[in-house]
């Protein structure tokens, strides 16, 4: 089945280590998009790509960085810049144009 | 303010029961999202609108673009339906499929 796949489901961080979260998709979506979920806050867009070698900042993109060598990924660096990281990060693909999102299961950051 | 505005914020249901969510928004719009995320985080598309209404078995989603307002109604309510509950626009103005995302409304239905 078509899907995507967010790794690692939990992600434990040292203040100061950049950390790497995974999205994988077979959808065969153009576009695939990072969101920030904080308790209490709508999801917040990190970065998002609408075709690979290509991505743009989103609403909260200080601190993050992307990539997207291959359609099928869109991997999320949580740098160390990133004064707040604790939270629960979400990945979505669509295709483009005036399409619904499909997402991931997330990823659940917290700082030992 | 927020752009989008859910309420209520937190509702709690018998079993059975008939449930309204309710969306405002303040910016002109190409598409309005209701998305359902479970507690374990994972979040689904329910529907897509653009205008008038939309039915998948017990849910139903409205939208009024003149009044910039959309309600998710739940008929029947089940415990299943436990979830938060989001609703997102897709503002004219912005590029891509971009979407901006109500804080979400808790539903619990208690058997």
């Known amino acids: 089945d078509g899907g995507i796949t967010q790794s690692p489901k939990y992600l434990f961080r040292k203040e100061g280590q950049n950390v790497t979260l995974s999205c994988e998709q077979n959808?065969?979506?153009?576009?695939m998009y990072w969101y920030r979920q904080d308790p209490g806050q709508g999801l917040r867009l990190i970065y998002y790509?609408?075709?690979?070698?290509?991505?743009q900042k989103g609403d909260i993109a200080e601190g993050y960085s992307v990539s997207r060598e291959k359609k099928e990924s869109f991997p999320l660096t949580v740098t160390s810049a990133q004064k707040n990281p604790t939270a629960f990060y979400l990945c979505?693909?669509?295709?483009?144009?005036?399409?619904?999102?499909?997402f991931g299961d997330g990823t659940r950051l917290s700082i030992l | 303010k927020n752009e989008v505005e859910q309420s209520p914020q937190n509702l709690t249901a018998q079993e059975g029961e008939f449930i309204t969510i309710n969306c405002s928004y303040s910016?002109?719009?190409?598409?309005l999202h209701w998305l359902q995320q479970h507690p374990g985080g994972g979040i689904v598309s329910l529907f897509m609108?653009?205008?008038g209404k939309k039915k998948h078995g017990r849910l139903i989603a409205t939208i009024n673009i003149q009044e910039k307002h959309s309600s998710l109604h739940i008929t029947a309510s089940h415990p299943r339906d436990s979830a938060v509950y989001i609703c997102?626009?897709?503002?004219?103005?912005?590029?891509?499929?971009?979407?901006?995302f109500g804080e979400g409304t808790q539903l619990t239905v208690n058997p």
């Open positions: 790509s609408q075709i690979v070698n290509d991505f």
């Open positions: 609108l653009s205008s």
């Open positions: 997102a626009v897709r503002s004219q103005e912005t590029s891509g499929s971009r979407l901006t």
């Open positions: 910016v002109g719009i190409s598409a």
């Open positions: 959808l065969n979506h153009d576009a």
């Open positions: 979505a693909s669509s295709f483009r144009g005036e399409q619904p999102q499909h």
